[in-house]
């Protein structure tokens, strides 16, 4: 997410204070720390030295988030997307980090930008429901997927978050 905004330097205790609203895609809890670039939130799983995901929210009102829980090897050795888990989070994360923009001064038009990477070969799953799954197609066929950019042109809109982002997810 990028803010049009220029000129921008949030104070990082004003980010830190929005710790709860940070949480990277897939998670439910997250640390938190100041770094050079602005606040990091991460989650790490045990005592492993790598991330599952972070949101990074930057000093000049930017923000990153990389979630790597929504994909998943399933019993018989398929590469999977759950489409409709991933669409949720992504629609709920989403509606949080604008909410955090907006409290510490970022001010729209905001970019919402949406790239799955690294997902050749990954099938979506329609449905979240054991007895009915549903693999559709024979994968995704290239490496990294691009999809449309959105424009938030004002927090009313940034609110609603689920219409704001539809034109992403009918480029799935």
């Known amino acids: 997410m990028t803010s049009r905004q220029l000129g921008i330097n949030i104070d990082v205790e004003l980010m830190e204070g929005q710790k709860n609203r940070l949480l990277p895609f897939g998670t439910t809890s997250a640390l938190g720390r100041i770094n050079l670039e602005g606040y990091l939130t991460y989650r ?27 994909f998943e090897v399933d019993s018989i050795g398929r590469q999977i997307l759950r489409t409709v888990g991933f669409e949720r989070d992504v629609i709920d994360r989403c509606g949080q980090y604008l909410a955090a923009m907006e409290v510490t001064g970022v001010e729209p038009p905001i970019v919402v930008e949406l790239s799955l990477l690294d997902v050749k070969g990954f099938s979506m799953l329609l449905s979240d429901e054991q007895q009915a799954l549903s693999v559709v197609g024979l994968g995704i066929d290239r490496n990294d997927l691009k999809l449309p950019a959105v424009l938030v042109n004002d927090w009313e809109e940034a609110a609603r978050a689920a219409k704001v982002l539809q034109p992403v997810f009918n480029g799935l």
Request: proline share 4%; charged share 20%.
């Open 44 to 70: 790490r799983v045990g005592d492993e030295p790598l991330s599952t995901g972070y949101v990074q929210f930057f000093r000049s009102g930017r923000l990153e988030s990389v979630g790597m829980s929504v």
